[in-house]
């Protein structure tokens, strides 16, 4: 499975971006999907998730301003973000648990990251 993060870009404080995240490859079952994001010269902190029953959690500082939302056939994720601050600007990635079918009946708990897609807020 591989993920591929789209949608960064340069805004303007108090704008918006919507970034998105495909799925692709041997794809049995996606479970939680995720954004994390890694500011410069900071660790990678996680942003939002959402598990396939489309039940969502946020880290607060972004909470009523960043939308996690997924599109299960399609095998999506996107992150709405409004409002945004010079403090989002970061390097976002998407992060996805799913299982990989190695054998009739058996299947393997895996993880896979995207490539990161870069956000910058402008103040």
């Known amino acids: 499975v591989q993920l591929q993060a789209s949608g960064g870009g340069l805004v303007q404080a108090g704008g918006s971006l919507r970034l998105s995240c495909a799925a692709s490859g041997s794809i049995w079952i996606i479970n939680t999907m995720s954004w994390y994001r890694q500011a410069p010269g900071k660790e990678r902190e996680w942003v939002a998730s959402?598990?396939?029953?489309?039940?969502?959690n946020y880290t607060t500082s972004v909470q009523d301003r960043l939308t996690i939302s997924r599109h299960t056939l399609r095998n999506m994720m996107y992150l709405q973000m409004n409002t945004l601050k010079p403090a989002d600007t970061a390097v976002y990635y998407c992060?996805?648990?799913?299982?990989?079918?190695?054998?009739?009946?058996?299947?393997?708990?895996?993880?896979?990251w995207g490539q990161g897609t870069l956000v910058t807020v402008s103040s």
């Open positions: 959402i598990d396939r029953d489309g039940r969502t």
């Open positions: 992060h996805a648990y799913h299982k990989t079918l190695v054998a009739p009946g058996t299947a393997r708990d895996d993880e896979v």
